[in-house]
Structures are given as structure tokens and as C-alpha cells.
Nanobody
């Protein structure tokens, strides 16, 4: 059974930082692209960032410079470093394993974690 488990969410003040982790188990994802998405109530899941097996990275334009995606294939773990957080970054953050297609689209991913809540207070 393939599992993706996010951790590292929480409550942080505006301007602060958080690092999210996503631990993968059940199979090795070293050859897969992995991504982060986020979602707020009533809205569609929004692309945050993706990283390929060769560590090419892709970001939502509005998040470039504040968020950094990385991976440790030896630990089968994906990370998202979030700096200079803003209240509008408040959301549930999901990691996902890419299947095929464009990295920016959620339907290009076939495995999802359960999500971790990030709340940024003003």
C-alpha cells in the first residue's frame, strides 16, 4: 500500500517560516516527480511546487522566492520550506506523486497524502 504522510504544519505568525515534510512508504518514489498543492475551503486545490527525479523544480509564480521544494531520495521524503509566510498562505497542504501530464494540474497526480494544516496569523 503506497502512502504519503505530510507533517510539519501548524500555527505561525505572519513573516514566520515552516518546513513541511512528506514521507513516502510502500514504494520508492526516487524516479517520480513529486508535488505540493494547497487547498482552502470552497476552493479548488492549488498548485504550489513540483520537483522531478532530477531535481528540476517548478513553482506557482506567486510563490517563487518564498517557497522552496526539495527531496531526499535516500529518505524517500519530500520537503517544502516556506518563508515570509502570509495569512493568505493559510490552507491544507498536500503532497502528491506525479503520474503523467503537466505538473501544475492536480489530475496529473495519482497518489495523495492526507494533508497538513498551515495557519498563518496576522
Amino acid at each position: 500500500q503506497v502512502q504519503l504522510v505530510e507533517s510539519g504544519g501548524g500555527l505561525v505568525q505572519a513573516g514566520g517560516s515552516l518546513r513541511l515534510s512528506c514521507a513516502a512508504s510502500g514504494r520508492t518514489f526516487s524516479s517520480d516527480a513529486l508535488g505540493w498543492f494547497r487547498q482552502t475551503p470552497g476552493k479548488e486545490r492549488e498548485f504550489v511546487a513540483a520537483i522531478t527525479w532530477s531535481r528540476s523544480t517548478y513553482y506557482a509564480e506567486s510563490l517563487k522566492g518564498r517557497f522552496t521544494i526539495s527531496r531526499d531520495n535516500a529518505k524517500n521524503t519530500l520537503y517544502l520550506q516556506m518563508n515570509s509566510l502570509k495569512p493568505e498562505d493559510t490552507a491544507v497542504y498536500y503532497c502528491a506523486a506525479h503520474r503523467s501530464g503537466i505538473y501544475y494540474y492536480s489530475n496529473s497526480y495519482d497518489k495523495w497524502g492526507q494533508g497538513t494544516q498551515v495557519t498563518v496569523s496576522s
